[in-house]
């Protein structure tokens, strides 16, 4: 609970239910009113002479939806389009292979009408067939999904808002067995009416292999899906693309530090021993020195936070005589950070001007500040802030700043640095630090005996969070990585199944055209003519869906812009060599049935005739 005597500022963070009728903006007005109210009358939360009012500061409302899901709610989003693509493809692709199996069956039908069949009976026999083909599909597809969510459910690899709440409930199944059965519909209407409107005459004139005028129905209708499979594969494939791209370029930033190497430890002290500044600062000294001092210890430091693990602390800045505390001061940030001597070696990160701290900055002495360069840059050129003096807004202390170093992102890889502010550990202390580490050798065994070290200063102190600070690094890329990996995956899925679906059109091609290509054949043409031929349709097919495709790409990928990292969603290496490579695979597909046609035998249906 919450002790009543204690002073806890503005790092207080609940939870409410707005009342009937009112809104977020509402709730933010009214409590900003009240903390501008309750702020007077507690000495030191603001400098002496300066308002609540003329500070800007305003509490920060939000739905609680919006606070759990910002950060993965449009990667969701874009992967749920992405399934329902698939789904479509899939569809698509059964229904094409079902309507080249009609072709063969032609015959067969307009002879059940011949004895007596209704096109009614017809049309059931046929969806009863393609709708168990579906719930064969959909139940094999159930067994695989909870496999799945069962993994995903128990693995540290996924990281999203309350994962461990899914499951596959009644709602998953019911909504898995209508898709089901709506799939198998979907995909074996067409053919069956296309066969149940089969013309007696016409499939007993022309053979096994020609069932007449139905066969260019169903192969207009082929063509038409197998297009759109392609286009759709496309847009698939493009977002996996500038995806991929985009998660290539976060992986290769420069952060500004190196985190190879580093190990983090959280040093909670324990409270009720350390509730004064001063014992705390010596402590924390006393800790760094003596984990320097370990055997394969190269660097350490200990630190307010550390870069990704997620406690940014920030306030408004004021530059000496530059800024006006009614005027901006809440719009000008910093994020803050309390570290001892090392800290900036430890990590790599570079002092560009001026100097580090040292063990001389105590709280005896001149407060001083360093800076990064995205913040010196505002004001100064190179070391012309050295020497200048800084403050929060938050506080009365002025800081000379004796030091510029490197600006890192420390909070989101996709994210430029922000401005920071970085004071003496000695001058500001805080009972709950961070040490890093960077060793030398076997860091499992340097942690050991840094663990034997710590217990010799104090024994009370839970070591919490020993981890590399690439884990960090590697966290807040997580739901990035998810995303790459699905897209990823969805796109090569979508690429086989519209292969699939290009072969079996160009197969009934040529077992509707067999008769012809032999007949040809016995007149003297070559074989490599009928291979040119059947690949030239496959490629005119290609064509259409690829051009389709590209459009769609082109007006669907500014949605997943968000998800994008120095990447252009029309990025034109993405959009030349994806279609490329899918009309590549799509071609090559059509060889098979083009080697089958040049391969026609003409004593087998001139013989058939």
Sequence with gaps: GLDPTRLFGFFITGIGRLAPGATIDAARRSSTAVMWEWTPTVTGLLPAGVRPRDT????????????MTADVARPLAVLQAAVALILLIAIAN???????????RGRETALRNALGATRGRVVRQLLTESVTLALLGGVAGIG????????????????????????MDWRVLSFALSTTIGAGLAFGLAPALGLARGQLAAALAAGRSDAGGGHRASRRMNNVLVAAQLALSLVLLVAAGLVLKSFRHLVTTDLGFEPAGVTTIA????????????????TVMQLAE????????????????????????????????????????????????????????????????????????????????IV??????????????????????????????VGVVGSIRDEDVALESRPHEYAPYAQTPDPRPMLAIRTDGDARRVIAAVRRAIAEVE????????????????????????????????????????????FGVMSLFV?????????????????????????????????????????????????IGALLYDVSPTDPIVFVLLPLALGSIAVASCYLPARRAARSDPLTVLRAD
């Design 144 to 167: 695989v999904a909870y496999a799945l969510v069962h993994l995903a459910t128990h693995s540290d690899a996924v990281s999203l808002p309350r994962i461990g709440e899914v499951s």
């Design 94 to 104: 059964v229904a094409t292979l079902l309507s080249s199996r009609s072709a063969a």
């Design 56 to 67: 800007r500061m305003t509490t920060l409302v939000t739905s609680y939806r919006e606070a």
């Design 267 to 282: 040093l909670p002290l324990p409270a009720r021993r350390y509730s004064q500044p001063a014992a705390i600062s010596a």
């Design 459 to 502: 024994p009370g102190i839970p070591l919490d969070n020993v981890r590399p600070l690439d884990s960090w690094i590697s966290r807040a890329l997580e739901t990035r990585r998810m995303t790459e990996i699905l897209l990823v995956g969805f796109g090569f899925l979508a690429a086989l199944l519209a292969s699939v679906g290009i």
């Design 372 to 401: 990064n360069e995205t913040l010196a840059s505002r004001y100064w050129r190179g070391g012309e802030a050295l020497g200048k003096r800084i403050r929060l807004t938050g506080d009365t202390t002025w800081r000379t700043i």
């Design 290 to 369: 003596r984990v320097r001092a370990v055997s394969g210890v190269g660097d350490a430091a200990i630190a307010w936070t550390l870069p990704f693990s997620g406690n940014v602390n920030t306030d408004g800045y004021i530059i000496e005589g530059r800024t006006n505390v009614a005027a901006s001061a809440f719009e000008t940030q910093a994020v803050l950070n309390a570290i001892t001597p090392g800290y900036f070696k430890t990590l790599r990160i570079r002092v560009l001007y001026g100097r580090d701290f040292s063990v001389a900055d105590r709280d005896s002495v001149l407060p001083v500040a």
């Design 511 to 559: 077992t509707n055209r067999y008769r012809e290509f032999g007949i040809r054949l016995a007149v003297g043409a070559e074989p490599r003519n009928l291979v040119q031929l059947v690949l030239r349709e496959g490629a005119t097919l290609t064509l259409a869906g690829l051009f389709v495709g590209v459009g769609g790409a082109l007006l669907t990928t500014r949605w």
